[in-house]
DNA sequence: GGGTGAGATAGTGTCGACACCGTTGCATTG
DNA sequence: CAATGCAACGGTGTCGACACTATCTCACCC
C-alpha cells in the first residue's frame, strides 16, 4: 500500500470525486491523510494562511477543503478562530465507537441478508490477503486493507446513506487506530475478528455476525484506549491532550 | 410555533451557533427553512448570483451556507454545476429511513438507561403538551414540537456524535415527514407512538422502548411513501420527481 | 422538421485586496 | 512581581473581478 492508495483510499472516503475540484481535493487529501497518519497532531494549527502559501493558491480552496474535513470531524472550526486538528476526548471517542459499534452491528446484518455468495468469496479473498499480512506484521498494508474490506462491506449492501455515515466515523477513528493496530498482538486478534465475521456471514447467521463485529469494535475501543493510557503517562504527568477549557 | 422559532431549531440542528458567521447562519437558515417548508421545491436551481443578489451579499458566504447544507443531505453540489434542492429517490428515503430506525432504537435504549426522573418528567410534559396540538390539529406546532422532543431526547443521552448524525438525518426527513404529518389521522397515531414510547422509559423497559420507536419510524416512512405515491398519481403518469439520469 | 453545432449567456471556481477581530508580546500599574 | 491594558501583528470573513465552462439559443443542415 503506497502513498498514492492513502490518496485513493481518502479521495473515496470524503467523497471528492465530482464533487469537487482537483485542487480543493488536493488540498483535502493532503491535510486528511496528515492527520491520519499523525504527520500533523491534534490541536496543531491549521491557518489558511500557511496552506494556501504550501499549496501555491488562495485561501478560498484551502477554506472549503478544511470545511470538508470539518465535516469528517477531523478538523474544528469555530468562527474568526483559527481552524486546528480535532482533538477529541477520551469521551468523545468512547460515544464515537458506541455508534459505530451500533452501525457496524447492523451493516453485519444487512450483508447477511443481501451479499451474494460471489460477494462473499470476493471477501474471503481479501481476509486472507490481509492475514498473510498480519503474518508479515505489515502494518500500514494491514491497516489500509482493512479500511477497504469495511468500504467494500458498505458497498456490497448497498445502502448509501449508511455507507457515507460508517465512512465518516471510520475516518474519526482510524487517526486513532493507526495507533491501536501497532499494539503488539492486535493485528492477528483483528484478523481472527474479521475471519469469524466472514465465516458468521458464510453460514448466513445475521445474528452471529453483528455480535462479532459488535465484538470487534469493543475490542478496537480498547486498543485505542490503552495506547492513549500509554502514551498519556509515557509524556509526563500532563494526562490526555483535552480539548480547551475555553468551549 | 412562529417563523422566529423555525429557525432557531434550524441554527441548533445545523449547529449554526459559534461555528458560522451570522451571515452565513441567515443564509443556511432561509434556504434550509424554505426546503423543509416546501417554499423551494425538489431539484430547484439554487444557484449562488441569485441568492447573493437576494441577501446583498458577495457570492462567497452564500457558497459557504450551500455547503452546510450540502452536508445535511438538504441540498446537492456538483463540481461546477449549479446547486439544486436534493430530490431524494424513494431508494434513498428507504435508505435513510432504516438508518434512522437503528439509530433511534439505539436512542431509546440510552435514554432509558441513562434519563433521570426529572428528565423524564420533562419529556412527559412535553408530550402532553403534543397531544394538545395534536388534537387541536395543529399541524406546524405538532410538527416542529415532534422535531424539538427527539431533539430533548438526544441531549438527555448525551452522546454528541449520535445527536448530530441523528440531527442530519432527522433534517433530511423533515421536508418528507412534513408532508406525511398531514395526511389524516397521522397526528393521533404519532402522539400516541410517542406516549407509548414514554411510558416505556419510565418503567425502564429499553427493549421495548427501542421496539416502540422503532415501529413508530416504520410507521411514518409508510405514511411518506403513501403521501408520495398519491403526489404522483395526481401529478399526472409523471411517477416520481426522479433523480436526473445525466448522474 | 428534428438533430447539430457555433455563438451568446450566465454561473462557477479562484484570486488578491481590505476591513475587522483574535492573539501576542510588552509596558505600565498596583 | 503578577495582573492588566495596549498596541502591533497576523489571520479570518467578505468582496468584486476575471478566467473558465456548463447551459441555452438559434441558425443551419440533412
Redesign the pocket.
Known amino acids: 500500500m503506497t502513498d498514492q492508495d492513502t490518496h485513493l483510499v481518502l479521495e473515496r472516503l470524503l467523497r471528492l470525486r465530482d464533487r469537487r475540484?482537483p485542487?480543493?481535493a488536493q488540498i483535502a487529501e493532503w491535510v486528511g491523510a496528515g492527520i491520519i497518519e499523525g504527520r500533523l497532531e491534534a490541536g496543531q494549527d491549521l491557518?489558511?494562511?500557511?496552506l494556501s502559501r504550501r499549496f501555491d493558491?488562495?485561501?478560498?480552496?484551502v477554506?472549503?477543503a478544511l470545511m470538508l474535513l470539518e465535516q469528517e470531524g477531523l478538523v474544528e472550526m469555530k468562527?474568526?478562530?483559527?481552524?486546528r486538528v480535532a482533538a477529541p476526548s477520551l469521551q468523545d471517542i468512547r460515544d464515537i465507537y458506541q455508534v459505530r459499534k451500533n452501525l457496524l452491528a447492523m451493516l453485519a446484518g444487512l450483508l447477511v441478508e443481501r451479499a451474494s455468495d460471489e460477494e462473499l468469496t470476493e471477501l474471503r479473498t481479501r481476509v486472507e490477503r490481509m492475514r498473510k499480512l498480519a503474518d508479515d506484521g505489515d502494518v500500514d498494508s494491514y491497516f489500509w486493507s482493512h479500511v477497504l474490506l469495511q468500504e467494500r462491506m458498505t458497498e456490497i449492501v448497498g445502502n448509501p446513506t449508511l455507507k457515507q455515515i460508517l465512512d465518516s466515523l471510520a475516518l474519526r477513528t482510524l487517526m486513532l487506530r493507526h495507533l491501536s493496530l501497532t499494539r503488539a498482538g492486535r493485528l492477528s486478534y483483528s484478523v481472527d475478528d474479521q475471519e469469524r465475521l466472514l465465516q458468521a456471514c458464510e453460514e448466513r447467521d445475521g445474528e452471529l455476525a453483528s455480535a462479532l463485529i459488535a465484538g470487534a469494535t469493543v475490542r478496537a475501543q480498547r486498543a485505542v484506549e490503552e495506547q492513549l493510557e500509554q502514551d498519556a503517562t509515557a509524556r509526563g504527568r500532563k494526562p490526555v491532550r483535552r480539548r480547551r477549557a475555553a468551549d
Not at 493558491?57 to 480552496?61: E, G, N, Q
Open positions: 475540484e485542487l480543493v491557518n489558511s494562511v500557511d493558491t488562495s485561501r478560498t480552496p477554506r472549503e468562527a474568526r478562530r483559527r481552524p
